[in-house]
């Protein structure tokens, strides 16, 4: 500041100098001037003097400035460390744990790396601590707070509504009465199976079960054109087995022929809750793996479905592809007509 200072007076003294040749003399070190020739100078002193002090404020502003955007990243900094010093080994801090619901952090395996592993981050814990109730065959994790509250509402109105809905509902959960008529509700059904002696029987039997949603040898459904969305149409698919894919059929190795050891046994301790005989079941079930076995070797393999498509085809070439089907009286008898 000093030498800017020192500059600016040079410069003016220069000048003074330069103008006093022209208003005056120079005698020395000193310049004799005209009393308005010396208010002039004092005026541009005055005016130098206000320059340098604003020189010094704008300084003190800028270094005010600095200082202020030095501590601001410091404290940026050491936020960021303290912050680094809550975050768990998954790379989640606290605070991103007290966002989420208890459930959902109770899952969490914050131990690994989400970055690494994220499927053992957000289900690891769950997956070590929880076991497949004996009732279902598989069991899943989720975020159910919604789905929770609903159903509670749900099942309140269901309890007290008087109509079908309410009827079914309890009937379903009457447990008492579910054992006490055990399987005769099921016996129109059975009986309608005994009662398939030939192929007019056998399609009469299809459709009935068709009906009633029951789906055999093949599925079937009603959607929306693959092609055309303005219309709906008649799908047709491969179906007709019970365990989730044909390699649980056709491949030998151990585990799958455990599937199917623990499949036949499942079928005989049915049809025996059914009234079957134990020597019945035992041939019933080891009909429908035969069966169900010859189904698996006329099905597409998964992996080649996935580029398989939905193709129009006529009631009259889907009678040739499976002429064993009578088609025409099958879509008559479910009630779909104008195909």
Known sequence: SQRCCEGVMSSYAVEDTRLALSYGSVEG?????????????FSKLLLAFSLLLFAS??????????????????AERALYSTERTQKLSGGITQADLSALPADVVSALNTSVDPCEDFY???????????EIPSYQPSWAKQWDVV?????NITIAALETDDGVAGKFYRACMDLEAIQKVGAQPLQPWLAAV???????????TIIEFAIADIDIFWAWWVDP????SDIYSFFIAQGGITMPDRSYYLEN??????????????????????GRSAAEAAEDAKNVMELETALAHAMTPRAEQRDVHATRTTVADLQAVAPDVDWERLLEGIGVTGL
Do not use: P
């Not at 070190?29 to 100078?41: E, L, M, T, Y």
């Not at 053992?120 to 929880?130: D, H, Q």
């Not at 789905?147 to 159903?151: A, C, F, P, R, S």
């Open 194 to 204: 005994e009662s398939i002696v030939d192929h007019n029987t056998l399609m009469e």
């Open 120 to 130: 053992e981050f957000s289900c690891g814990n769950w997956i070590a601590n929880t």
């Open 225 to 228: 054109d693959n092609e055309d």
């Open 29 to 41: 070190d000193s310049v004799n001037v005209s009393k308005g020739w010396k208010f002039q100078r």
């Open 253 to 274: 190795s151990a585990k799958m022929k455990g599937h199917r050891a623990a499949y036949e046994t499942m079928m005989v301790n049915i049809l025996t809750l059914a």
């Open 57 to 74: 404020v704008l300084l003190c502003v800028l270094n005010q400035g600095v200082s202020q955007s030095s501590f601001r990243e410091e």
């Open 147 to 151: 789905t929770e509250v609903v159903e």
